[in-house]
């Protein structure tokens, strides 16, 4: 069984810090990893995601992601934070379950970006 | 293009009634899926259709549960007899299977969800 662990359920940053949001997975064969955010009242927005070609995957709004296979990680950066990255945020990793291909996601974490 | 549509947005309900959740995946996208969205369980998967296959149900918490998809695109999933516990927000993604890809490098594409309190 495939499963992802997300370090810190909430995290503060001040405008224009480093937003740094932990993900570790457990997987048996190579994994594809996703970041998804949601902010208030909404669905969940994709960001970047894993699929083996390269590890350094750029995303949406100035996200990226590095896959680090020794490590089990797929922490997520941005190099500045703004107002608007205030939202939840899930790492989430694909796997097949009988003819699924279901999404299995961490707990998330909540991103709150001071002024 | 349009994304994926959910409805109701919102859905109050008393304990012991059926409810119906509709989703509207984007247009072409083959598969369809079920979450469950609790403060207590997370993001759950429930349930997924991919074009005329059997569905998977192996993640319905219960036979209270049942969803289906007609016609290949628009999915009903539908809760009896609901229970407290049964409040969530439910959320519908849809996916396209890449052809030059393998399966699991698809991406799903979410609707913004139905919120549902059962009193």
């Known amino acids: 069984a495939q499963s992802v662990t997300q370090l810190g359920s909430h995290v503060s940053v001040s405008e224009g810090a480093l937003v740094l949001l932990r993900c570790n997975y457990s997987?048996?064969?190579?994994?594809?990893l996703f970041w998804y955010v949601q902010y208030p009242n909404q669905g969940l927005q994709l960001l970047l995601k894993?699929?083996?070609?390269?590890?350094l995957v750029k995303g949406i709004n100035g996200f990226e992601a590095e896959f680090k296979k020794s490590e089990t990680s797929f922490h997520l950066t941005k190099p500045s934070a703004h107002m608007s990255d205030a939202a939840e945020y899930f790492c989430?990793?694909?796997?097949?379950?009988?003819?699924?291909?279901?999404?299995?996601f961490g707990s998330g974490t909540q991103l709150t970006v001071l002024p | 293009g349009a994304g994926v549509s959910q409805s109701p947005s919102n859905k109050v309900t008393e304990k012991g009634k059926d409810v119906e959740l509709r989703c509207d995946p984007i247009?072409?996208?083959?598969?369809l899926y079920w979450y469950r969205q609790s403060l207590g369980q997370g993001l759950e998967f429930l349930i997924y259709?991919?074009?005329?296959?059997?569905?998977?149900k192996s993640g319905l918490p219960s036979d209270r549960f049942s969803a289906e998809r007609t016609g290949g695109s628009v999915s009903t999933l539908t809760i009896q007899r609901t229970q407290q516990e049964d409040s969530a927000v439910y959320l519908c993604?849809?996916?396209?299977?890449?052809?030059?890809?393998?399966?699991?490098?698809?991406?799903?594409?979410f609707g913004p969800g139905t919120r549902l309190l059962v009193l």
């Open positions: 259709f991919q074009g005329n296959s059997a569905p998977d």
């Open positions: 993604a849809s996916s396209f299977f890449p052809p030059s890809g393998g399966p699991l490098q698809e991406t799903q594409y």
């Open positions: 247009s072409g996208h083959t598969a």
């Open positions: 894993y699929t083996s070609a390269a590890t």
């Open positions: 997987s048996s064969v190579p994994p594809y």
């Open positions: 989430a990793v694909s796997s097949l379950s009988g003819s699924a291909r279901q999404l299995t």
